[in-house]
């Protein structure tokens, strides 16, 4: 059985930084790709940054590039993203997703999914 957990999400004011985790268990297979994605309300769900696990190969939305870092830490089966100068308009619910197929920004290419941490930042 498969299980993506996230955690870390919360309130911070325009410039601040978060730190989201997501910690994987299950078949190791299933997370050839480790993907966040979010979802703001009224939008479509919108790739943010994934990472292909084995290869170290990363992928990054043009609205987040030089601000969020994703990564892993493979002793811990956890993946993290780094959000830094973040703005009002990053604020959405905020998922991780993995793909054991393939990698990129597509979320329908994803196959299991989170349960989502909210992020929210003030102006």
């Known amino acids: 059985q498969v299980q993506l957990v996230e955690s870390g999400g919360g309130s911070v004011q325009a410039g601040g930084s978060l730190r989201l985790s997501c910690a994987f268990s299950?078949?190791?297979?299933?997370?050839?790709?480790m993907g966040w994605f979010r979802q703001a309300p009224g939008k479509e769900r919108e790739g943010v940054a994934s990472?292909?696990?084995?290869?170290?190969?990363?992928y990054y939305a043009d609205s987040v590039k030089g601000r969020f870092t994703i990564s892993q830490d493979n002793t811990k089966n956890t993946v993290y993203l780094q959000m830094n100068s973040l703005k009002p308009e990053d604020t959405a619910m905020y998922y991780c997703?993995?793909?054991?197929?393939?990698?990129?920004?597509?979320?329908?290419?994803?196959?299991?999914w989170g349960q989502g941490t909210q992020v929210t930042v003030s102006s």
């Open positions: 997703a993995a793909d054991p197929t393939s990698c990129g920004l597509k979320s329908a290419s994803f196959g299991y």
């Open positions: 299950g078949y190791t297979s299933i997370k050839k790709c």
């Open positions: 990472m292909d696990t084995r290869g170290g190969l990363t």
